[in-house]
C-alpha cells in the first residue's frame, strides 16, 4: 500500500530546494522536507497527485533526481493470531 500523494526522492548534489518547489509546484506542493541532513533525500506530499509515470516523468526530465518512489505504508501486525 502507499500513502496518496506522498513521494520518496533523493536528487544529485548542488540541487535546491527552490529548484525543487518549481519543479512540483504544478501539484500543489503541501511539504517538502529534507530527511537526512546532507543526504539530498526528501519528503515530498503533494495536494494533486497526477501518479507516479508523470511525476517519474517530469523527474527525468530535470535529470537532477536519482530516483523517486512512492511513499509507502508500513502495516503493524498482529504475532498472536
Known sequence: MFKEGEYLFTTEEGVTTDELRTLFDEFGIIK?????????????????????????????????IRYIERNQ????????R
Request: charged content about 30%; glycine content about 4%.
Open 32 to 64: 517538502l522536507d529534507s530527511m537526512i541532513v546532507r543526504d539530498r533525500s526528501y519528503h515530498l506530499i503533494l495536494n494533486n497527485d497526477p501518479g507516479l509515470s508523470i511525476i517519474e516523468k517530469k523527474a527525468k526530465k530535470f535529470g537532477k
Open 73 to 80: 505504508i508500513m502495516h503493524k501486525y498482529n504475532s498472536n
